[in-house]
């Protein structure tokens, strides 16, 4: 083994391990390879940049313009019509028309652009013939992959193979030599959902699934119709004259104010800012009992007289200021007060992020790396700090800078817990008051023992006296909602549902949204849309308390609640798909014709033989732009740059492997081992070693890494590179066994009410029969010899 090979294989297993292991993105990854070649001397600085240039990339990144181009024609709705008419309102042969529709447009448009654009389809479909969109989604995601195995142009798998085959001098693969194979596969594919695949998909109640997206039944299915109940502000209350924000029920209940209703006329979904008046009559969404728990806290008694018990604390306790670093785990993060105080043994009273200074609802602020946190604790505590990497400079204030800079208004409080309260034996960690009110809890006093910054999980027994820091005013909000009426019947005024004042809408995330990852509260749909998410489907259970703190991701089904002309809107931003529009979206179709002839000619173009696919993908992707079919700004949205930058970036891997001797060292060591077995079986085992790897590595690479090995091992058994490479190319593309192998099958996760095990379930027998069918018609078109 030389060096070069020994360097080439520590790259290798080191990609490998950040792919399986999604410590780092999967584009940086392939970055961090591609430079560890270059400045290890591996492949020169131009091979090392080369895969930007390569027509494989282009070709990729100008099929992306082509998919968004005939989506954005009206092609979804006429496929979604031809779908109707020719499949009527059986089971099997809608679930039949519905796989090849989306395997026929696969074969030209990348899979999960295909995915994008048949999800809404196959949700209307299934609206209209009252079969449960769960018995089509899967398959929808298991055709997008079987179609791509029948072109070139399919999937990038297919461009790099056959780019890897005319780097090695080999007879690349044309436009339609994938065809016979990949048809085979998904015809195969076909027949076995329409008629046995089926019935291994989730079994749901008919009754229940075929209306569950009607406006009704999406609040049943969401368990939203029993969270809903009615409050009544007293006269006099002190939450009169503040408005809804102050109020706190929402940051503090976690509750959402779907109406109000004032002197027989109604709000609907009223603003934050709306100033609550005595008599106002509100209909909230939320947990009753858990604002019952809240309101518990107002039993809490100020002690007027325990200065001894503050001066005490008050020696103890210091102040410092501390910078989030660069590399701080807190960055991007909400602040969670309990879990800074449990990881830090410190408290956040305020966040200053150049000149601005935050000093309330800081739970609601997303921290950003050189944010300067005003911390409080005890020395011992605060020195620590400087051990644990999340803090760049840490330093005293004074005085003048807390008076000047910060204007802390915060008093010290000596409340009492009544000893026969029911908030004995509880935690004030558990209770949210620190993220809804800031309170923070500075020490204990009991039985004469004083305790100075206990943990969250401190329990909190009657006659207690607690010491806590805050605002005076948040005292008065907390007793506040203590005086609030909880009524039994909901007004017949606020049927807001039933009087179409409001409307519920289903919506996933889009390819590429820049939401994922996002917390709900960081995302703000109130201010962004003018609409409430009130409940996110998640591995097939809906998830309704918490949702401020929740990072959204690419499988979700989100429910939002908001009058119907914002919700209406909703169907032209390109960050969502919207499952179920209150307004059927009306999209101007005449440029389908266009954008068919472009696709058309690109094909003619390759097929005669007058443009290379790269060539003719731009002058198509040009040709789209052109044509108005998109602008220029779309154009350029829809390119999935991820996977733009991991081709690139791991195409000088399979260089360095060719041409350092690491694909012939490989192949050696494999052949040692299993070449007695013969031809077909070491292509059977490089079939079911690359499907399996699909699983932990993106597929991209998985090919970049596959090909060399695979033309080397032809060489030396002297069989055509061409077959082997064939089902490298196949197995790539049947990643069926896991929502995570492929990002369309995760994409239709959450609207289909999808768990982990229906993958499994279903995914793995129809990878056995892809493999099946493969290897057999593999003998008829692509023999050996």
């Given at each position: 083994m030389?060096?070069?090979?020994?360097?080439?294989?520590?790259?290798?297993?080191?990609?490998?391990?950040?792919?399986?292991?999604?410590?780092?993105?999967?584009?940086?990854?392939?970055?961090?390879?591609?430079?560890?070649?270059?400045?290890?001397?591996?492949?020169?600085?131009?091979?090392?940049?080369?895969?930007?240039?390569?027509?494989?990339?282009?070709?990729?990144?100008?099929?992306?313009?082509l998919s968004e181009g005939l989506t954005r024609s009206g092609s979804g709705q006429i496929v979604s019509r031809r779908i109707l008419q020719l499949a009527g309102r059986r089971e099997g042969p809608v679930i039949a028309t519905v796989m090849l529709a989306g395997g026929a447009l696969s074969a030209f448009m990348p899979t999960v652009g295909v995915a994008a654009l048949m999800l809404p389809v196959a949700v209307e479909i299934a609206r209209r013939t009252e079969i449960p969109?769960?018995?089509?989604?899967?398959?929808?995601?298991?055709?997008?992959?079987?179609?791509?195995?029948?072109?070139?142009?399919?999937?990038?798998?297919?461009?790099?193979?056959?780019?890897?085959?005319?780097?090695?001098?080999?007879?690349?693969?044309?436009?339609?030599?994938?065809?016979?194979?990949?048809?085979?596969?998904?015809?195969?594919?076909?027949?076995?959902?329409?008629?046995?695949?089926?019935?291994?998909?989730p079994q749901k109640d008919p009754g229940l699934e075929a209306h569950q997206r009607s406006q009704r039944n999406l609040r049943t299915q969401y368990g939203l119709q029993d969270r809903n109940f009615m409050m009544r502000v007293p006269d006099g209350s002190v939450l009169v004259g503040r408005t809804l924000a102050d109020s706190r029920l929402v940051s503090a209940a976690g509750m959402i104010v779907?109406?109000?209703?004032?002197?027989?006329?109604?709000?609907?979904?009223?603003?934050?800012?709306?100033?609550?008046?005595?008599?106002?009559?509100?209909?909230?969404?939320?947990?009753?009992?858990?604002?019952?728990?809240?309101?518990?806290?107002?039993?809490?008694?100020?002690?007027?007289?325990?200065?001894?018990?503050?001066?005490?604390?008050?020696?103890?306790?210091?102040?410092?200021?501390?910078?989030?670093?660069?590399?701080?785990?807190?960055?991007?993060?909400?602040l969670h007060h309990a879990e800074f105080r449990r990881r830090f043994n410190a408290n956040v009273l305020a966040i200053r992020r150049r000149d601005l200074v935050r000093r309330v609802n800081l739970a609601y602020v997303p921290l950003r790396a050189g944010d300067r946190l005003l911390l409080q604790g005890?020395?011992?505590?605060?020195?620590?700090?400087?051990?644990?990497?999340?803090?760049?400079?840490?330093?005293?204030?004074t005085e003048e800078e807390l008076r000047d800079t910060y204007r802390m208004q915060e008093r010290l409080f000596v409340v009492r817990?009544?000893?026969?309260?029911?908030?004995?034996?509880?935690?004030?960690?558990?209770?949210?008051?620190?993220?809804?009110?800031?309170?923070?809890?500075?020490?204990?006093?009991?039985?004469?023992?004083?305790?100075?910054?206990?943990?969250?999980?401190?329990?909190?027994?009657?006659?207690?006296?607690?010491?806590?820091?805050?605002?005076p005013e948040d005292l008065d909000v907390m007793r506040g909602l203590q005086e609030l009426q909880v009524e039994d019947h909901v007004s017949p005024n606020l049927n807001i549902f039933e009087s179409d004042r409001?409307?519920?809408?289903?919506?996933?995330?889009?390819?590429?949204?820049?939401?994922?990852?996002?917390?709900?509260?960081?995302?703000?749909?109130?201010?962004?849309?003018?609409?409430?998410?009130?409940?996110?489907?998640?591995?097939?259970?809906?998830?309704?308390?918490?949702?401020?703190?929740?990072?959204?991701?690419?499988?979700?089904?989100?429910?939002?609640?908001?009058?119907?002309?914002?919700?209406?809107?909703?169907?032209?931003?390109?960050?969502?798909?919207v499952l179920t529009p209150v307004m059927l979206p009306v999209t101007d179709s005449s440029r389908a014709p266009l954008a068919a002839l472009v696709m058309a000619g690109i094909v003619g173009s390759v097929l005669l033989g007058w443009l290379t696919i790269g060539v003719a993908a731009v002058l198509g992707a040009t040709a789209m732009v052109l044509g108005r079919c998109l602008t220029m700004e779309?154009?350029?949205?829809?390119?999935?740059?991820?996977?733009?930058?991991?081709?690139?970036?791991?195409?000088?891997l399979?260089?360095?492997?060719?041409?350092?001797?690491?694909?012939?060292?490989?192949?050696?060591?494999?052949?040692?081992?299993?070449?007695?077995?013969?031809?077909?079986?070491?292509?059977?085992?490089?079939?079911?070693?690359?499907?399996?790897?699909?699983?932990?590595?993106?597929?991209?690479?998985?090919?970049?890494?596959?090909a060399p090995i695979c033309i080397t091992a032809s060489r030396e058994l002297g069989i055509a590179p061409q077959t082997s490479l064939m089902a490298i190319a196949m197995a790539a593309s049947s990643a069926f066994a896991t929502p995570i192998a492929h990002p369309a099958n995760l994409m239709v996760m959450g609207p289909g009410g999808y768990r982990f095990g229906d993958y499994v379930r279903l995914g793995v027998p129809l990878m056995l029969i892809v493999f099946a069918v493969v290897m057999v018609l593999l003998q008829v078109f692509w023999p050996i010899d």
């Open positions: 030389t060096q070069d090979i020994a360097l080439c294989l520590l790259i290798l297993a080191f990609a490998v391990i950040m792919f399986a292991t999604e410590l780092l993105r999967m584009d940086l990854v392939a970055l961090l390879v591609m430079c560890m070649l270059a400045v290890t001397g591996v492949v020169t600085p131009p091979q090392a940049l080369a895969g930007f240039s390569d027509e494989a990339v282009i070709t990729v990144w100008a099929m992306f313009i969109a769960s018995r089509l989604l899967m398959p929808l995601a298991f055709a997008a992959l079987l179609g791509g195995m029948t072109t070139l142009i399919g999937t990038p798998p297919n461009l790099l193979i056959s780019g890897a085959l005319a780097a090695a001098g080999e007879r690349p693969f044309t436009l339609f030599d994938f065809a016979p194979v990949g048809l085979g596969a998904l015809a195969a594919g076909t027949i076995f959902m329409a008629f046995a695949g089926r019935r291994l998909l779907i109406a109000l209703e004032r002197r027989n006329k109604v709000d609907a979904l009223p603003s934050r800012t709306t100033v609550i008046q005595g008599g106002d009559r509100l209909l909230v969404q939320g947990r009753l009992e858990r604002f019952e728990e809240l309101r518990r806290w107002s039993e809490l008694v100020i002690e007027r007289e325990a200065p001894v018990l503050q001066a005490l604390v008050s020696e103890r306790i210091r102040l410092v200021e501390a910078s989030v670093a660069e590399t701080s785990t807190l960055a991007k993060d909400l005890e020395e011992e505590a605060l020195a620590a700090l400087t051990t644990t990497g999340e803090f760049g400079e840490i330093r005293t204030i817990v009544p000893r026969d309260s029911v908030l004995g034996g509880q935690t004030l960690g558990r209770s949210r008051l620190g993220d809804a009110f800031d309170f923070r809890l500075l020490a204990t006093f009991r039985e004469g023992g004083l305790r100075i910054m206990p943990p969250p999980e401190e329990i909190i027994l009657g006659g207690d006296l607690l010491l806590i820091q805050g605002r409001l409307a519920t809408l289903e919506a996933t995330l889009a390819p590429q949204s820049p939401l994922a990852g996002k917390t709900v509260n960081e995302l703000n749909f109130r201010d962004r849309y003018g609409l409430e998410l009130v409940a996110v489907w998640r591995s097939g259970k809906a998830l309704r308390t918490g949702l401020d703190k929740l990072a959204l991701q690419f499988g979700d089904a989100l429910l939002l609640v908001g009058p119907r002309q914002k919700l209406a809107l909703l169907n032209d931003d390109p960050d969502l798909l779309q154009a350029y949205r829809a390119i999935e740059w991820r996977a733009v930058f991991l081709i690139a970036g791991t195409l000088p399979g260089t360095a492997m060719a041409e350092t001797g690491t694909a012939q060292y490989l192949a050696t060591q494999m052949l040692a081992a299993i070449g007695g077995l013969g031809p077909w079986a070491i292509i059977a085992g490089l079939y079911v070693v690359t499907a399996l790897a699909t699983l932990v590595i993106p597929t991209p690479a998985l090919v970049v890494l596959m």
